[in-house]
């Protein structure tokens, strides 16, 4: 049992998937090696190594073989398998034959009440084995969106992988199991560094001195995470060194890691007249081209200082920074050029270009898009804050989507509304609609800010709103996990703006207006079930129980926001000693008013027979009136928990009055008791789903 180590040196590996294909090459190995050969637990430390250059993996106790197993083969019923005198009929030599045996192997045979066994040993997988399957198998599972076709050095044989293979380690141990995959046989001889290795072939001593021995002599450190450590430390070092932060920012720190085998971060400064410019055009043009860390003041304010993570580390580093500073000049020039050339006209004047632009062939240009988002805009706006709201709400929701057509936004569709809100300040408007210009787009995905204000909030929905409806009307739903238009998102964003901003108008008002923005009004119930779906679904990632939720969102409540408080008055009501009798009690009322023939009709207390719908009746007149009081003054957990003093009088109802009578008249008033009794106990939530 020795450690195992894998190693493919290719060409450099796509930036944006490296880490993901180190983890899902490393486990896929190792998971097979176990389950299938049974070379390893399973359970041993697992080292995964991914760098520009290589994949690789370390698996700690692997066998050199894997264990004998005696394998138990059903061959058939005795009756089948066996004459009378105990022989093998001709079923069975057949049986054997196909199994490579003959006749002589039934001595060995087993035998039931009912069937023929042969016990057969099984030789455990050699590790040269197991790992030649492992390995073609991992490959075939990489994550890989798009593969190269390449030659090998025979000119004859074509392959394909993510990128060209040029070396595989596999050492068990310090010993070399020979396997072969993309045209390559094992051996235990890489490459470092392509510039700063101590030589220009290592050769790993055994599976345990591999990392130590590609940081020492080869220049690289070929752990992921290990790297990305040092990355972050250094950029922290760097920062610190001049009073300032680094932008925080995991995906780019990620893309770096997979840019670099051993890591120099070293600082540039550019022109503080860029600064005149948007932070965010600034700091977005040195990520996404150039995969600098821009530097940030303790205000969260952009600097004129800049990290970069340099793959070489030369004795004299001012080159490769004034190479950098250069290269990043004409950067920012554009960005400048492109900030400036907006600013020339205004956004209102763009308005009118949006008609040139389609949103959707069946949904007409974005300038029709833009006057749909306008109307349900303005009635949100009056719903929410009156005329004052609603006429903010249409100025921000007719600038909304200006900035779609200047040209910083084209460069970098990333500041969609971030550039309207800066064009708007400099037209003059006011900071409320120039965020609201911004904010409309929010939330983006999960766990992102809300609109900033309530003319936000009104074009936010109002945005939403209409790409929901409007895509459903044409048949454009997601399926499955394909959502091109990504409305589950904004059915999210609806959900968690209505939560949690307080939000006392109705869900299907809300719809109401937006189906008004449209010629047809066909497709409101369907928007309404696919955004309660999305709010069940968020609910139970906050960690409401199915049943919890099941209780409230059957009663379909329109006013979201007020869903929180009535889950939490569910929570507490269960825990009442007296809450599962009333929850059957509850599901018992609601099948036998289902069953009922009759319609229903007014309660009447005259025809009240028995003492214990006497009782019931005037527990029912007690405790109500209390129970609507607290639901009224929206107190929740107060309505629920007198419902407790209900008990009682509900099991001897139950225990002593048939409902189902001959008599027709006192048949249908107890019915049209028990129908208060469940109107009046299923205000907060449906009190049956909560049964056992």
Same mark, same amino acid.
């Given at each position: ?23 899902? %090459? ?22 995964? %190594? ?17 264990? /004998? ?16 005198? !105990? ?14 045996? &003959? ?8 035998? +039931? ?12 997988? &050699? #590790? ?36 060209? !293979? ?9 010993? *070399? ?15 470092? =560094? ?48 001049? !009073?300032?932060?680094? @932008? ?33 055009? #600034? ?22 200082? $800049?990290?970069?993570?340099?793959? *070489? ?26 900030? +400036? ?34 109307? @349900? ?28 057509? &200047? ?32 904010? =409309? ?13 309530? &003319? ?11 790409? #929901? ?13 394909? +959502? ?33 923005? $449209?010629?047809? !009004? ?97 527990? *029912? ?15 929740? *957990? ?24 001959? /008599? ?8 049209? #008791? ?19």
């Amino acid at each position: 049992m020795k450690n195992l180590l894998i190693e493919l040196l290719v060409e450099e590996l796509p930036p944006k998937s490296l880490r993901k294909l180190g983890e899902a %090459f490393g486990k896929a190995l190792a998971d097979r090696l176990a389950a299938v050969h049974a070379l390893c637990s399973g359970e041993e430390k697992l080292r995964v %190594f991914a760098s520009p250059r290589r994949l690789g993996v370390l698996i700690g106790n692997v066998l050199e073989k894997a264990e /004998d197993k005696t394998e138990e083969i059903r061959l058939m019923p005795i009756k089948v398998g066996l004459d009378m005198d !105990g022989n093998a009929t001709p079923a069975l030599l057949k049986k054997l034959a196909s199994l490579g045996l &003959t006749e002589e192997v039934m001595p060995t045979l087993r035998l +039931d009440e009912n069937s023929i066994y042969l016990d057969r040993k099984r030789e455990g997988a &050699t #590790l040269s084995e197991g790992l030649q399957e492992s390995l073609e198998y991992a490959l075939e599972q990489l994550p890989i969106a798009k593969v190269m076709t390449y030659q090998l050095d025979d000119g004859w044989e074509n392959v394909k992988f993510v990128r060209p !293979g040029h070396g595989l380690i596999a050492l068990h141990g310090s010993d *070399i199991v020979p396997v072969s995959v993309l045209g390559l046989n094992s051996g235990r001889t890489t490459e470092g =560094h392509r510039f700063e290795s101590k030589r220009k072939s290592i050769e790993i001593r055994d599976a345990e001195s591999y990392e130590n021995q590609m940081e020492q002599e080869g220049a690289v450190i070929p752990c992921f995470s290990k790297r990305r450590s040092e990355i972050e430390r250094q950029l922290i070092e760097a920062a610190n060194k001049e !009073g300032l932060k680094p @932008i925080d920012d995991p995906a780019l720190l990620d893309e770096v890691t997979a840019l670099v085998e051993r890591p120099n971060v070293l600082a540039g400064r550019f022109d503080k007249a860029f600064l005149e410019v948007p932070q965010e055009c #600034l700091i977005l043009t040195m990520k996404a081209n150039q995969k600098y860390f821009p530097l940030l003041d303790r205000n969260g304010k952009l600097t004129d200082q $800049f990290l970069i993570v340099s793959n *070489i580390s030369p004795e004299d580093p001012s080159l490769v920074v004034s190479g950098n500073e250069r290269v990043v000049r004409p950067r920012l020039s554009d960005a400048k050029f492109f900030f +400036d050339q907006d600013r020339k006209k205004s956004l209102a004047s763009r308005v009118e270009s949006l008609r040139k632009v389609v949103y959707h062939n069946k949904l007409g240009s974005l300038g029709e898009r833009i006057e749909r988002i306008w109307t @349900i805009a303005q009635a949100i706006g009056l719903a929410l804050g009156g005329e004052a709201l609603s006429s903010k709400a249409a100025e921000a929701a007719m600038l909304s989507k200006a900035d779609l057509v &200047t040209d910083m936004v084209g460069e970098f569709p990333e500041l969609q509304g971030i550039m309207g809100r800066y064009y708007a300040l400099h037209d003059g408007h006011s900071p409320e609609i120039a965020f609201a210009i911004e904010d =409309h787009y929010r939330p983006r995905f999960s766990g992102d800010d809300l609109p900033r204000n309530e &003319t936000g909030t009104a074009v936010a929905l109002a945005d939403k709103l209409e790409a #929901l409806y409007g895509l459903f009307s044409i048949g454009q739903t997601p399926t499955g996990d394909k +959502d091109p238009y990504a409305l589950r998102r904004q059915a999210l964003g609806i959900v968690r703006i209505l939560m949690e901003n307080g939000i006392t108008v109705g869900l299907d008002e809300l719809l109401a207006m937006a189906s008004n923005a $449209f010629p047809d !009004g066909k497709v409101v119930a369907e928007v309404a079930n696919f955004i309660r779906e999305r709010l069940s679904g968020l609910l139970k990632d906050q960690g409401y129980s199915p049943q919890e939720i099941d209780s409230v969102l059957a009663l379909e409540p329109q006013v979201l926001s007020e869903i929180p408080e009535r889950l939490q008055a569910v929570r507490e009501f269960m825990k009442l000693p007296e809450a599962q009798s009333l929850a059957a009690a509850n599901k018992r009322v609601s099948n036998i008013l289902k069953k009922a023939e009759e319609s229903p009709r007014a309660f009447d207390p005259e025809l009240l027979r028995e003492q214990a719908e006497k009782e019931l009746h005037a527990k *029912i007149e007690s405790v109500m009136p209390v129970a609507d009081k607290r639901y009224a003054e929206g107190d929740y *957990i107060a309505s629920l928990m007198v419902l407790a003093e209900l008990k009682e009088a509900v099991d001897s109802f139950f225990d002593k009055v048939m409902v189902n009578v001959e /008599d027709g008249a006192l048949r249908i008033n107890r019915l049209a #008791l028990l129908g208060r009794l469940r109107e009046g106990m299923n205000k907060v939530a449906d009190i049956s789903r909560l049964a056992a």
